[in-house]
């Protein structure tokens, strides 16, 4: 058995506390595995077997950290409390500023200095007010013997302070180094909250799906209806949607008719119209006209909730590129310790000039904190997952969404994913002109659930047509149908039937051998006479049309370099004529369900990352065997949960659209690690050099991180129209 928690880490500061909280996670006997995010603050615990949270949070407050679940987590930080820590370091920065005057005097090639009593006065709020997360952090750190970057920030500030103080004190100087610490915390604190602030914007998605859940429902009870909380609402019930409003629950259209706006969860644009037994989702927003439910999920149950889950899991999960940066980063913060330690070492012993050998070391500890590299990934990953939920593409896991991105060969199923799935009459022929072949052919029909039937009438309410009255009707299973529409005698069926009634089809033999060989379903009208003669009055061929976006959609996987195979079920004519309309030129028909993840394998074998699309009970093995599987949301739900992306419209273009989102987070991910890694590779030996001042460290490595994480949110411009273009 196999079990998953989620929890809120509280107390992260860089990349290191993540890895430590998952190494205190792993630790606990029956935990398989622990992701920790250290932008979404969450922490994805996998176990054999449910184990009691509490041990699971005992053991991250054992290494200095916060956990709870998220259910009892508190509200999300209101703005007054950030506007509290902005105040907080609106003074701070009136506190550091005028430590900060005269190096900047120093640079225009003025030389005035502080009163030491003044820089003392000024510095010592920020140091240990300012300050005391740093060392609250670090000692928490030191307990469980490891580094973090509150360690590297309390250390180095602390030695520019110390040396200060005792120069000042014991020696009697006036050029002291207070500047040194103070600006840097104040730098440093400004980072992490405009880090905050970022981070907000990369769960804007998760925030905004919460928002459509609906408080209450108007439910009808034997006293009349009744606003009630929606978490006491039960399946079966009925419940009101009036005009506007938002719908509560998910349900089946009981009484009503009206139009839906499903855009938040499906990114559909248009208003969908909703009448009787059609299934609406809860969270969408109701239309000009009262919709009476029959409530089919509540809570958790609900597709809104499932899709919250989904990409919180998305959003939480760790993309396989991010283990080599945990790697990296567990020998982070010892390495540079190390260097600052040498760099104070071999300044002062060669250089001779303890002091600013000391500076050195500091600007080392400060520019060198793993924030900006903790962030890289998740940042872009959440951000990701985010512009895709928003589009209506649903991204299980950061896996699927790396593995999306290597995608060169995607497989899709036919019916229900490229065509419309249902028959539709395509062609019809009439013997003779004047025949009112489709008029007599829903005369028969009207009435029927077969269908065919379904289609017929469909077509002839398109044109106007009403079906006359029919009599006498005779339903021949396998064959057809027969009855008396205004005194003739029509039978309406396959060629076998035609066969047995001997009509001679030859008039119409070509285009009946035309048509089933593109793949459609035949139906020949004749009429009986008073002498028992059978006549052929015309054809009728069904076929199931193209989706209006399948041509655009196979367009823009050719425009990415993705090469497409149109695998399918049906007999070769029918898919050869999909594939000729499509431009796809290796078809493989007549596949059984159980052959499909066969054929996964087979472009697998020859060297293929292959996306396997489709949305049946059918395609669920081939889903689950792709190194991709999308799901069409229009689907079953066994599809969706085999795949790992699921298109929450039934609009194939979104196959391309999750290709291309998936290229750009990976291409936000790689920049961002590159801008990390360069960002230490250069700043920590120009600060060990003495070529940077421990005070433009703090603001370097405060930008540093503030720019990965506003690189990755610029994913949050995408969208499904940008594919092919320049936008990134």
């Known amino acids: 058995m196999n079990a998953e928690l989620t929890l809120t880490i509280g107390g992260m500061s860089c990349m290191s506390c993540a890895g430590r909280v998952e190494k205190a996670l792993r630790a606990i006997p029956g935990v398989v595995g622990a992701d920790v995010n250290l932008a979404s603050e969450r922490a994805q615990v996998r176990m054999h077997r449910p184990l009691a949270a509490e041990a699971l949070i005992a053991a991250v407050a054992a290494v200095g950290y916060a956990a709870r679940l998220p259910e009892a987590a508190p509200a999300p930080a209101a703005p007054p409390s950030r506007r509290g820590e902005g105040a907080l370091l609106a003074v701070g920065a009136l506190l550091a500023l005028p430590l900060m005057l005269p190096m900047l005097a120093d640079w225009l090639g003025s030389h005035w200095m ?55 004190l014991a020696l009697g100087e006036q050029h002291l180094y207070f500047e040194a610490a103070a600006p840097v915390i104040v730098f440093v604190r400004l980072g992490k909250w405009l880090e905050a602030r970022a981070k907000r914007q990369t769960t804007a998605a998760i925030r905004a799906l919460q928002a459509l859940r609906p408080e ?13 909380p929606v978490a006491e609402v039960r399946r079966g019930e009925t419940v009101v949607v009036l005009p506007g409003a938002r719908i509560p629950v998910d349900g089946v259209v009981a009484a009503g008719r009206s139009e839906v706006d499903e855009s938040m969860i499906t990114g559909e644009s248009l208003a969908v119209a909703k009448g009787e037994g059609d299934a609406v989702t809860g969270g969408a927003i109701n239309g000009d006209g009262r919709l009476q439910l029959t409530v089919t999920a509540t809570g958790a149950e609900t597709a809104l909730a499932r899709i919250i889950r989904l990409v919180e899991a998305a959003q939480g999960a760790k993309a396989p590129i991010q283990r080599l940066v945990d790697r990296v980063a567990a020998a982070f913060v010892p390495a540079v310790l190390a260097v600052a330690a040498a760099t104070l070492v071999l300044g002062g012993l060669i250089g ?63 019916t229900g994913t490229l065509t419309q799935g249902r028959p539709a009459l395509v062609h019809r022929q009439a013997v003779a002109p004047g025949v009112p072949l489709l008029a007599l052919a829903a005369a028969l029909q009207q009435g029927s659930e077969h269908p065919l039937a379904k289609a017929t009438l469909a077509a002839a309410a398109g044109e106007g ?26 039978h309406l069926g396959s060629t076998r039937y035609m066969a047995e009634l001997g009509v001679d089809l030859g008039p119409l033999a070509a285009a009946g051998t035309a048509q089933a060989d593109a793949g459609r379903s035949l139906a020949w009208l004749a009429a009986r006479d008073a002498g028992g003669g059978a006549t052929l009055l015309g054809l009728l061929a069904y076929g199931d049309p193209l989706k209006d976006e399948a041509p655009a959609a196979m367009a823009a996987l050719r425009a990415l370099g993705v090469d497409t195979v149109l695998v399918s079920g049906d007999h070769r004519g029918a898919a050869r004529a999909v594939a000729l309309q499509l431009d796809i030129d290796d078809v493989r028909a007549e596949v059984l369900p159980a052959d499909k993840a066969a054929t996964v394998a087979r472009l697998q074998a020859a060297g293929e990352v292959v996306a396997m699309v489709g949305d049946g009970i ?75 001042s421990p005070a433009f460290a703090g603001a370097a490595m405060a930008f540093s991180s503030v720019a990965v994480l506003g690189n990755a949110l610029l994913l949050a411009r995408w969208s499904p129209a940008a594919i092919g273009g320049a936008r990134r």
């Open 114 to 168: 502080l009163p030491a009593a003044w820089q003392f006065a000024l510095a010592t709020p920020v140091q240990f007010w300012l300050g005391a997360r740093f060392y609250r952090g670090a000692w928490h750190a030191l307990r469980a013997r490891a580094g973090n970057m509150d360690l590297l920030v309390a250390i180095g500030t602390s030695a520019a302070y110390g040396l200060s103080l005792y120069f000042w």
């Open 618 to 692: 059918n395609d669920a093995p081939a889903l689950a065997a792709a190194d991709v599987g999308i799901a069409m949301g229009n689907g079953t739900d066994v599809a969706m949960h085999a795949a790992g992306v699921t298109l929450m419209r039934g609009d194939p273009r979104l196959v391309a659209a999750a290709i291309d989102l998936s290229r750009r987070t990976l291409g936000k991910i790689r920049q961002n690690l590159f801008w990390a890694f360069a960002f230490n590779v250069v700043g920590i030996p120009l600060a060990a050099f003495g070529l940077l």
């Open 465 to 490: 047509l009403a079906p006359a009255p029919a009599a006498e009707l005779r339903a021949l299973p396998g064959r057809g149908i027969a009855g008396r529409v205004d005194e003739l005698e029509l």
């Open 216 to 228: 209450t429902a108007r439910v009808v009870r034997a006293d009349g209806e009744a606003e009630v």
């Open 352 to 414: 001779g000039d303890w002091s600013q050998a000391l500076l050195n070391a500091v600007a080392v500890l400060v520019i060198a904190c793993p924030c900006a590299l903790g962030l890289a990934t998740p940042a872009a990953v959440m951000a990701g997952t985010g512009a895709g939920a928003r589009h209506g593409i649903l991204i299980k896991d950061a896996e699927a969404l790396e593995r999306a991105g290597a995608v060169s060969t995607v497989a899709v199923d036919k």
